[in-house]
């Protein structure tokens, strides 16, 4: 299993976007930063929120030198079908990875073994393929795109200020941290 500041395996897998079937690959993501959304399935009752959530800020996650995936066992073609009928879902312009057989999300520790289904795990991987945050919490519990968003600014902004940290609960613009001084100035 993956895990903080380890590089990430390369993958392949097809996924639904932009109305087509695509192959994906970890190298397609080289040089930005990425968030892996994994969710248990299509047609389900929590995810349609989370990843309309995502897509509703994917505008911002780009901005910021981001790209989205989401990733669940189903196949492309369910992801399509998901994409055609429900408004939330045809929202979604980032993305939707089909890991059919698990392998994918073995990878990342969230695959559900006797279920066949992923937890819901959210991995930052910087643009190195380095993973620099995670989360995996229980299917029932549902997301916030707006910490997401706050720990991908916290990620970058530390990987661009070598020796500083970052705060409980930081946002962009607020007081960081130097590990054994006192606090430093408003950046």
Not at 22 to 50: N, Q, R
Not at 91 to 115: C, H, W
Request: glycine fraction near 6%; charged fraction near 30%; aromatic fraction near 10%.
């Amino acid at each position: 299993m993956v895990t903080i500041n380890q590089k990430i395996p390369e993958f392949e897998a097809k996924a639904y976007h932009k109305d087509e079937e695509h192959t994906v690959k970890l190298s397609d993501y080289s040089g930005k930063w990425l968030v892996m959304i994994f969710y248990p399935a299509d047609f389900t009752f929590v995810c349609p929120t989370e990843l309309e959530e995502a897509a509703e800020h994917y505008a911002e996650f780009k901005k910021l030198g981001a790209e989205v995936i989401a990733i669940s066992t189903d196949k492309v073609e369910t992801h399509k079908a998901w994409h055609d009928v429900s408004p939330a879902i045809s929202k979604v312009q980032y993305p939707m990875l089909a890991d059919p057989t698990g392998n994918l999300s073995r990878a990342f520790g969230v695959y559900i073994e006797d279920k066949g289904l992923a937890l819901r795990g959210t991995f930052i991987v910087d643009p190195k393929g380095i993973l620099k945050t995670m989360e995996v919490q229980d299917n029932s519990i549902g997301r916030s795109t707006k910490e997401l968003l706050r720990k991908l600014k916290a990620a970058i902004f530390v990987d661009k200020h070598p020796g500083k940290v970052c705060p409980a609960s930081w946002e962009e613009g607020d007081e960081t941290l130097k590990p054994g001084l006192d606090l430093v100035g408003k950046l």
